[in-house]
């Protein structure tokens, strides 16, 4: 019973005390743990929804439209649909990115987001879009590092796309190998600004370092 | 618990109630205009954090502590948004059925395909992409080359310039971001291959139309070539490129706001031909040097200034024989001096008004030596082009326009007995206007008109231009073409007389297109009316006797387009086919008789195919075409005798060495088949009173081009890796 009051009293107290600022934040963290139980493009669609709902009610903040591009990036990256849906996704994608930019053009991670969208692009069609849009993805993340040189999610992005090419082209890959397990050893020590700030990307080096391994 | 306890949780409770517990429970059925669900739409309260998505079923259910008049928000992509006003009172509220309307979308929304093939990065492109252009045959990346595995085309081998529909190859014009090219070809020996003079790789899309054009483009009866260059290049880069036949090195140097791209070509194919054997008797082998410059600017939010300009010289010299007198041989001798320069700005003035401008600047030069006589022929010619385009709503947009032409033929001989020389100017005003109307995303009417003027001609004309495109499912339209096109007289005529009119055109196209993933059906009928062509009596060499415009003719054919990247994994192919018939009475012409340029049916194959583990692509292109008439003078049949069928297999082969080199190789005519264009013959009989004759041929019986291209791009890795480590 106890444990009910508290738990009751704790719930009326956060709804009581808890104004604009924190509930957007709480809201947002709410929002960013679905991010684990996502893999359909459905799932991707609905939380693309939740921060659609966020960001129309907090119109001066990035954070929810960066996260809403990057569910529809990652729709964009399923095979299995057509293409013109994939480039649907992408180019409502596109139009937050945007967006962001004219928002947030400092910000280094918006950047990070814009070279994600343009890899997006290209993979829908490599043979035809890789001449034109390759030079856009580097071009994104040099930006990106010349604002935040330790960015983590920057430096993974194109570690990732060196080592693609490099084990594309049959040259040795293990210079990556080490780059990725400096990369983890340091990931921990970059700071994020806030709690809701982006956070993704070290379970991916993770699994590089793994595989190097191998 | 105790009931003391119980009591005050309670009251507790019934205090923030309002707060907390005021739940409304909004639902309903999302679905499209057809009853089809919606799944994972978005469902809001405006202003509130409370939302949810639809099921698989389209049903969502939407519980919000929001009290009082709230709006309700639905979002789903590609669907116009619904805003409804809703009273919230904590009751459940059942909202049934809720039909959104799919939104006008430039994507999906019905185009007006008649007669256009559209290609380039975009994503709405069926035909080609700038790759294929380079790849897709022997073209050795010759964009008109490449156009002729297009159905509508006809393969001229001792031309290789665009035939298109029944026309001749003056009635194809091309524009370069919206401004006239003057001479778009290099320059030749008679009845050789020549090339287009731009790269492919400058292009990031291309809209070649085969008839039906919009009211923008004049001057051509037959077909337009419109090609936009790339945008603004983000990346330093320096370009090597070896081929056999010559190099070309470019930098790229680029800023937030810029960038500019500069690049020197060498070409020489005296190595080439000394190893490959020719037909052709060379006396000097081409030789060309060109320079080339290309600015960009981005200017405010959108605009975008751009500024290309190339200087080219070329040379050769061949040894010819006289089919007047057998045995006789003569040098040909060509230097051909190319300038051309083209500026464009194109920007959103204020919301839905975009203003483009061009300007083009073209100066041409042949100097042709035949022994110790000869001739000069020049060309300075400019377009200027303002267009304002506004879109009025999502259903009407409109187009309005103002072009001036300005040029300056001339023709000299500076080693005959008394020097000669002979030039006309001409100036041409032209305005369009043209509207494009949605009744709904399904069907679309483009109305236009055309006027021109000619100072020269001391004539005008307007040209009337209608099209529809009627959208018969999400895959399949059907569209419908109808206008009028008129076109200055060839210059040789204009050289001499003022006094002709316009020549004139009456395109009818029907077409149907399928486009699925990855398939592509594009199928047309046509028929083209030819009125007021130039007609002559007889040509002594110099004059054209009794020229008139009482010339006519007529073309109409089908043409088919099928294209499929889907149905083999790694592969694609495509096959086009035209059949053709058309007749002309112009020039010298005795009779309706078919022309010389044209070949009853034309079949191209092209099949493309990635091998990943070699990183390598192959291509190949089989092209087959019926025979062409040519005109025997010792024969009574005008224009009766029937050249070789054309038939030609070529392949590529593309290596992706490392990201930034690419080795390429290509050889035409593979299987070495006998070609033969057709025949000329001597102007006047020798003794027996016989002309002699002679067939017209390739100038070697292959093509074969290897080369190298290396993009060295400033992202040193080197680099990358100290900031790493």
Known sequence: ?214 | MTPLKYQILCSLLFLFSGHLFAQTAISGVIKDSKGEALPAANIYIEGSYDGTSSNMEGFFRLETSETGERILCIEYIGYAKIRREITLGGSEADLGAIEMSEQFNELTAVTITAGTFEAGDQKKSIALSSLDMVTADGSSGDVYGALQALPGTTTVGESGKLFVKGGDSRESKTFIDGTLVYVPYSSSSPNTSVRGRFSPFMFSGMMFSTGGYSAEYGQALSSVLSLKTNAMEVQDQLNISLLTVGAELGGTKSWDHASLTSSLAYYNLKPYMHVVPQYTRWEKEPQSLAGDLSFRLKTGKSGMLKVYGTLNRSSLTTLEESLNHPGNIFHYKLVNDNQFINASWNGEIRKDWILSTGFSYTSNQDRISIDSTGYNESLLGTHTKVVLKHKASEYLRLMAGVEWYASTVGMEYPRAEAEQYNSYRNHTLASFLEAEIYATSRFVTRAGSRFEYSDYLKRSSVAPRISAAYKLSDKSQLSLSYGWFFQDPDQRFLLQTSSLNFERANHYTLNFLINGEGRVLHSELYYKQYLNLVKYGVYNGQIYNNINNEGHGYAYGLDLFWRDKKSISNGEYWISYSFIESKRDYLDYPHLAMHNYTSRHNLTVVYKHWFDGLRSQLGVNYSIASPRYYNDPNSSTFNGEKSLPYNSLSANWSYLLRQHIIIYATVSNLLGSEQQFGYQYASIPDEDGIYHGEAIGPSAKRWILVGCFITLSRDRKLNQLDKIN
Request: glycine share 6%.
């Open chain 1, 1 to 214: 019973m106890k444990r009910t009051t508290l738990l009751l009293g704790a719930l009326l107290i956060t709804t009581l005390v808890m104004g604009g600022n924190d509930r957007y934040i709480e809201k947002m963290r709410e929002t960013l743990q679905l991010f684990a139980g996502c893999s359909t493009p459905e799932d991707y669609q609905d939380l693309a929804n939740r921060f659609r709902v966020i960001a129309n009610v907090e119109s001066d903040e990035w954070l929810p439209l960066y996260y809403e591009a990057q569910c529809y990036i990652l729709m964009g990256f399923t095979g299995q649909l057509e293409n013109e849906l994939r480039d649907s996704y992408l180019d409502k994608a596109s139009a937050l990115i945007d967006k962001m930019l004219a928002m947030a053009p400092n910000e280094a991670e918006v950047y990070v987001m814009k070279s994600f969208y343009h890899t997006g692009y290209l993979v829908v069609n490599p043979p035809q879009r890789a001449m034109s849009a390759t030079p856009l993805i580097h071009e994104a993340i040099a930006r990106a590092l010349a604002m935040e040189p330790d960015n983590p999610r920057a430096l993974f992005l194109r570690l990732s796309n060196e080592m693609g090419t490099a084990s594309y082209f049959g040259e040795d890959t293990s210079p990556y190998c080490d780059q990725a397990a400096a990369l983890l050893r340091e990931w921990d020590n970059y700071e994020l600004e806030s709690p809701i700030h982006p956070n993704w990307g070290k379970q991916e080096v993770e699994g590089i370092v793994k595989s190097c391994g191998e």
